[in-house]
C-alpha cells in the first residue's frame, strides 16, 4: 500500500472534490474536504519520512517506465513542500470553518470548498510531479482555482484582485509553457531528470537559452518576485482571509520550489549561475524587494496589506539565498519557504480573528484590542516576533542561516541589507503591536463595542500552527537538517 502512496497523495483531494458537489451541505462539504486534506498530510508525512531514510522516491503513473511515462519524483526538497502544504491547508481549512461561514453565503460554501481542494490538488501536483509538461497542467489546476477562491471575498474589489491576477498570471503561465515547449523542440523529452541529461547534450543550445529565459520570467511572476508582484497585494487583501491565510503560506512557495526545481535540477548549477549568471537577475530583484517593499510595509494602515507587501519582501530573502548558490545559501533559502509558510498564515489567521469581531484591520483604529481580544493579540505577537526575527523563533533561524551563508561568500553589504530590512520589520510589527497594546480606546474603539474574543474553533488550530512554528523555532536543527539535505540534492542534480 505504501507504494502506492505517491498516487494517493494527489488521488485522495482530486476525488473529494466533485464530492463536495455532489454533498452540497455546507456542513458535509467541509468534513469531506477536512477528511481529504488530513490524509494527504499524512501521507505527506510517511512520504518525507520514507525519503529521509532510503533517499529519492520514482513512482511510474500507470505502470509506464520514465522517460516515456509520466513520473512521480521526491526527494527531501518536494518531500518537504508536500508535508508544507498539506499541513497548512489542513490546519487553515480546520479554521475556515467558522470564518467562512461568515464571509461567504451558505449556498456557495460547497462551491469554495471544491475550490479549495482543487487548489490544493494543483498545488501538490506541482511539487510531485517529474514531468515539466505536468507541472504546467496542475498550475493551471492550482490558478484557476485560486482566481475562483479569491473572487469569494465580500468586497467587491475581490473581483478586480482576481481578474488581475487572472491576467498576471496567464501571463507567467504562457511563459512557463512557451519555455516547456521550447526545451522539449531542443531535447525531445519531457521528463525532468532525462532533460536534465539532455541539455548539454542538445544541438539546439539556442532553443534551451529561450527556454531558460522564458521560464525564468514565468516563475517570477507566479512568485510574486519584486518587480512582477503586482497581482499580490490586492490578492491577499480583498479574497477570504483564510484564502489569504492558505495562499499566503503555500501559493507562492511551491511557485518558488519551481524556480528550484528547473534551474537546480534542470538546467543545473553550472548552467544557470556559471554560464548564465542567473544571480545577476535574481540577486538584485531579491534586495530591492525586501528593501523597498519592508519600506512600503511601514506605511500600510491595512493589516491585511502590510502583511502582502511583508510577503513580497519575505520572497525576496528566499531568493537571495537562492542566488547565492552555495549549499549554505540554498539551505537557507529552503528553510526560510517553510518557516516563513508557517509564520505568515499565523499572521493571516491572527487577523482573521480580528477581522471576524472587529469587523475591519484598520490598524489607527485597534486601540488597546489586547484587553478584548488577548488570545488573538498574544497569537498576533507571537507570529510578528517571528516575521522580524526575533531569536527561538523560526524567523530567526532563516535569517541567521542566510547572513551566515552571505558573509561564508564575502557578500557583506547583502548581511547587511537583511538587517536593516529585519529593522524595518521591527517598526511596522511594533507600531501594530504598540497600538494592541499601550494605545488608550477611543469612543469608537473596540473596548466599547462590547467585543469578545474570536471563536474557539478559530483559536485552537491558529495556536497550533504557532505551537509547530515555535518548536521549530527553538529546535532549528530539524527543519536545517531537511533543508541541508534538500540543497544537497539539488546541487547534484536529479538522479
Known amino acids: 500500500m505504501i507504494d502506492q502512496f505517491p498516487a494517493l497523495q494527489i488521488m485522495v483531494t482530486l476525488v473529494a472534490a466533485p464530492i463536495c458537489v455532489m454533498i452540497r451541505n455546507p456542513r458535509w462539504s467541509w468534513v469531506c474536504a477536512m477528511a481529504a486534506n488530513t490524509i494527504a498530510f499524512l501521507v505527506?508525512?510517511?512520504?518525507?519520512?520514507?525519503?529521509?531514510?532510503?533517499?529519492?522516491?520514482?513512482y511510474a503513473v500507470g505502470g509506464w517506465a520514465a522517460p516515456s511515462g509520466i513520473e512521480y519524483y521526491i526527494d527531501a526538497m518536494n518531500a518537504a513542500v508536500l508535508v508544507l502544504v498539506s499541513g497548512i491547508s489542513a490546519v487553515v481549512l480546520l479554521y475556515a470553518y467558522r470564518s467562512v461561514a461568515k464571509s461567504v453565503p451558505a449556498e456557495k460554501h460547497y462551491l469554495f470548498y471544491t475550490a479549495w481542494l482543487m487548489c490544493v490538488t494543483g498545488l501538490l501536483g506541482i511539487v510531485i510531479t517529474g514531468d515539466a509538461f505536468n507541472v504546467f497542467v496542475f498550475l493551471e489546476i492550482s490558478s484557476l482555482s485560486m482566481y475562483t477562491l479569491i473572487s469569494f471575498g465580500q468586497d467587491r474589489r475581490a473581483l478586480t484582485a482576481s481578474f488581475r491576477y487572472l491576467v498576471l498570471g496567464s501571463v507567467g503561465a504562457s511563459f512557463i509553457l512557451l519555455g516547456i515547449g521550447f526545451l522539449y523542440a531542443a531535447t525531445g523529452t519531457l521528463n525532468m531528470s532525462d532533460l536534465a541529461v539532455r541539455i548539454p547534450e542538445s544541438e539546439s543550445q539556442r532553443a534551451v537559452l529561450v527556454a531558460f529565459s522564458f521560464l525564468t520570467m514565468g516563475v517570477l511572476i507566479k512568485s510574486a518576485v519584486f518587480p512582477l508582484h503586482a497581482w499580490l497585494p490586492n490578492a491577499y487583501t480583498f479574497a477570504p482571509i483564510a484564502v489569504t491565510a492558505f495562499l499566503a503560506g503555500t501559493a507562492t512557495k511551491v511557485s518558488l520550489y519551481v524556480l528550484l526545481r528547473f534551474f537546480f535540477s534542470v538546467f543545473g548549477k553550472d548552467y544557470s549561475f556559471g554560464q548564465h549568471l542567473l544571480n545577476g537577475v535574481l540577486l538584485p530583484a531579491a534586495v530591492a524587494g525586501f528593501v523597498l517593499m519592508s519600506l512600503v510595509s511601514i506605511f500600510q494602515n491595512d493589516l491585511r496589506r502590510m502583511l502582502a507587501y511583508s510577503s513580497v519582501a519575505q520572497v525576496g530573502y528566499i531568493v537571495a539565498g537562492f542566488s547565492l548558490a552555495t549549499q549554505s545559501g540554498l539551505t537557507a533559502g529552503i528553510v526560510h519557504v517553510v518557516n516563513h509558510g508557517m509564520v505568515k498564515a499565523c499572521l493571516f489567521m491572527a487577523v482573521g480573528c480580528i477581522l471576524y469581531r472587529v469587523g475591519h484591520v484598520h490598524t489607527p483604529s485597534l486601540d488597546n484590542l489586547l484587553k478584548r481580544m488577548p488570545f488573538t493579540c498574544v497569537a498576533f505577537i507571537i507570529s510578528g516576533m517571528g516575521l522580524i526575527g526575533v531569536p527561538l523563533t523560526v524567523g530567526f533561524v532563516s535569517k541567521f542561516t542566510l547572513i551566515e551563508a552571505s558573509l561564508e561568500k564575502g557578500w557583506w553589504a547583502i548581511a547587511a541589507l537583511v538587517l536593516l530590512s529585519s529593522?524595518?520589520?521591527?517598526?511596522?510589527?511594533?507600531?501594530?503591536?504598540?497600538?494592541?497594546?499601550?494605545?488608550?480606546?477611543?469612543?469608537?474603539?473596540?473596548?466599547?463595542?462590547?467585543?469578545?474574543?474570536?471563536?474557539?474553533?478559530?483559536?485552537?488550530?491558529?495556536?497550533?500552527?504557532?505551537?509547530?512554528?515555535?518548536?521549530f523555532g527553538i529546535n532549528g536543527s530539524a527543519t536545517l537538517e531537511v533543508a541541508g539535505q534538500a540543497a544537497t540534492y539539488l546541487l547534484g542534480g536529479m538522479r
Open 44 to 58: 505527506s508525512l510517511v512520504l518525507l519520512e520514507k525519503v529521509l531514510a532510503d533517499g529519492v522516491i520514482r
Open 423 to 471: 529593522l524595518m520589520a521591527i517598526i511596522y510589527v511594533g507600531r501594530v503591536i504598540e497600538i494592541m497594546v499601550f494605545r488608550r480606546s477611543r469612543e469608537t474603539g473596540p473596548e466599547s463595542s462590547g467585543m469578545c474574543e474570536a471563536p474557539l474553533s478559530m483559536l485552537v488550530p491558529l495556536y497550533v500552527l504557532i505551537g509547530v512554528s515555535l518548536y
